[in-house]
């Protein structure tokens, strides 16, 4: 799955592939010792034209640890590539095969500001 951040009528325009930044994520997580389901997703952003966030189910992180936890995954990612936020979501919206509705979460979430 490619990711795509930025008109590409201007100079600059990037892909990125999200499952390669999902599973690092992922792995930032888990060794903070937090077993969390997440994806990455877009959200329209006027500066970049999209933002990557991390959208995390469960209660809220503290901010100590969003910022600690942000900082690890930029350490790992190209710029591009690294959530600019992450957003919690009590549940996620599951499809009828039982798979994450993305689409259908995206609005459920929230941000706790860092």
Known sequence: M?????PRDQQWWCQADAEKIE????LVLAEA???RTSFVA???????????VLV???DPFSTQLQQELMGKMSARLAKYEAPKAI???EHFVETVTQKIDRKATIPRAWMVQP
């Open 42 to 52: 877009g959200l329209p952003d006027r500066a970049l034209g999209e933002r990557l």
């Open 33 to 35: 010792g937090l077993n």
């Open 56 to 58: 995390v189910e469960g």
């Open 23 to 26: 599973a690092i994520c992922e």
């Open 2 to 6: 490619a990711w795509a951040m930025g």
């Open 87 to 89: 957003l919690f979501v």
